[in-house]
């Protein structure tokens, strides 16, 4: 089975899962599903692999400087149930031939966000993430695809003797 394929049969289920209804209570406030969304690396390998994987190089300038190549994925999760998530897309941070700067997570999640509201139009939905996407981007986006979002983060606490991130995480939220 081709990807494409095996993400369509992905959505289809979902679709039909969100018009029978069937987790209805776990929607926020009665309407909004949660559409959790964080980047991860699949793996990192010194040899390159084919295709448009990302790299960093290590060392830099010295005699020990070596590329270290990765594969890095933009992940979007419904929650239908408070145990049940499921994965409904997926995007490849990928570079481009010729391009100057890398992909990155934000980018690949502007593209992921573009292909979930394309294909699904209709449900509302409360984007998740983490501190990464507290840019204005991010919220121009979700506000023009509809959606609204929960971010969370750590707090920092400097004490004037040692700084940390503080247990208590901060919201950053919008209800549409």
Same mark, same amino acid.
């Given at each position: 089975?081709?990807?494409?394929?095996?993400?369509?049969?992905?959505?289809?289920?979902?679709?039909?899962? /969100?018009?029978?209804?069937?987790?209805?209570?776990?929607?926020?406030?009665?309407?909004?599903?949660?559409?959790?969304?964080?980047?991860?690396?699949?793996?990192s390998s010194?040899?390159?692999?084919?295709?448009?994987?990302?790299?960093?190089?290590?060392?830099?300038?010295?005699?020990? #400087?070596?590329?270290?190549?990765?594969?890095?994925?933009?992940?979007?999760? /419904?929650m239908l149930?408070?145990?049940?998530?499921?994965?409904?897309?997926?995007?490849?941070? #990928?570079?481009?031939?010729?391009?100057?700067?890398?992909?990155? #997570?934000?980018?690949?999640?502007?593209?992921?966000?573009?292909?979930l509201r394309?294909?699904?139009?209709?449900?509302?939905?409360?984007?998740?993430?983490?501190?990464?996407?507290?840019?204005?981007?991010?919220?121009?986006?979700?506000? #023009?695809?509809?959606?609204?979002?929960?971010?969370?983060?750590?707090?920092?606490?400097?004490?004037?003797?040692?700084?940390?991130?503080?247990?208590?995480?901060?919201?950053?939220?919008?209800?549409?």
């Amino acid at each position: 089975m081709k990807p494409e394929e095996l993400q369509e049969t992905v959505c289809k289920l979902v679709k039909r899962l /969100i018009r029978s209804r069937a987790f209805e209570r776990v929607r926020l406030r009665g309407k909004y599903y949660l559409v959790i969304i964080d980047g991860t690396q699949l793996y990192s390998s010194r040899e390159k692999p084919e295709g448009k994987c990302l790299y960093r190089v290590h060392n830099k300038g010295t005699q020990e #400087e070596y590329i270290e190549y990765h594969c890095y994925i933009v992940e979007a999760k /419904i929650m239908l149930h408070k145990d049940i998530y499921v994965s409904i897309m997926t995007e490849f941070a #990928e570079n481009q031939e010729e391009a100057e700067k890398q992909d990155c #997570e934000l980018k690949a999640f502007y593209r992921l966000l573009n292909r979930l509201r394309d294909t699904f139009p209709m449900p509302p939905m409360c984007i998740c993430g983490d501190s990464l996407y507290t840019c204005g981007r991010f919220f121009t986006e979700c506000k #023009e695809r509809g959606c609204s979002y929960l971010l969370r983060f750590k707090v920092w606490i400097n004490n004037g003797k040692a700084s940390c991130y503080s247990s208590p995480f901060l919201y950053l939220a919008t209800i549409l």
